[in-house]
């Protein structure tokens, strides 16, 4: 298992799994297909919890995923990022501007 690699859908991108292991993901807008990756993830063994954090809008439902799943959840993208190795972006209909939002300058 720690042999295989994750890789986007383009194929330009790919993450061993060993790296998803060791490091910390990273998952912005954990709503419905952010979740499911996130949820597939976990469930995979790809990820421990403990190295999970996810983002989504509203507080409520990041508290009520924090103790649903384990993980770290807020409504702040940057902090996300922060420590990441790894990043899943599931804000599908804002996605650059998260990402613009998110540049480093």
Same mark, same amino acid.
């Given at each position: 298992?720690?042999? !295989?690699?994750?890789?986007?859908?383009? !194929?330009?991108?790919?993450? *061993?799994?060993?790296?998803?292991?060791? !490091?910390?993901?990273?998952?912005?807008?954990?709503?419905?297909?952010?979740?499911?990756?996130?949820? %597939?993830?976990?469930?995979?063994?790809?990820?421990?919890?403990?190295?999970?954090? %996810?983002?989504?809008?509203?507080?409520?439902?990041?508290?009520?995923?924090?103790?649903?799943?384990?993980?770290?959840?807020?409504?702040?993208?940057?902090?996300?990022?922060?420590?990441? *190795?790894?990043?899943?972006?599931?804000?599908?209909?804002?996605?650059?501007?998260?990402?613009?939002?998110?540049?480093?300058?």
């Amino acid at each position: 298992m720690t042999d !295989g690699c994750v890789v986007n859908n383009a !194929g330009t991108m790919k993450t *061993t799994v060993r790296e998803l292991l060791d !490091g910390r993901l990273a998952v912005l807008g954990a709503g419905k297909i952010g979740g499911i990756l996130l949820r %597939a993830f976990l469930e995979q063994k790809l990820v421990q919890p403990k190295r999970v954090h %996810a983002t989504v809008r509203h507080s409520e439902k990041a508290r009520s995923l924090a103790k649903q799943l384990g993980i770290e959840a807020s409504t702040d993208n940057r902090a996300a990022v922060r420590d990441a *190795t790894s990043c899943c972006c599931g804000e599908a209909p804002g996605v650059r501007e998260v990402l613009k939002k998110l540049s480093l300058r």
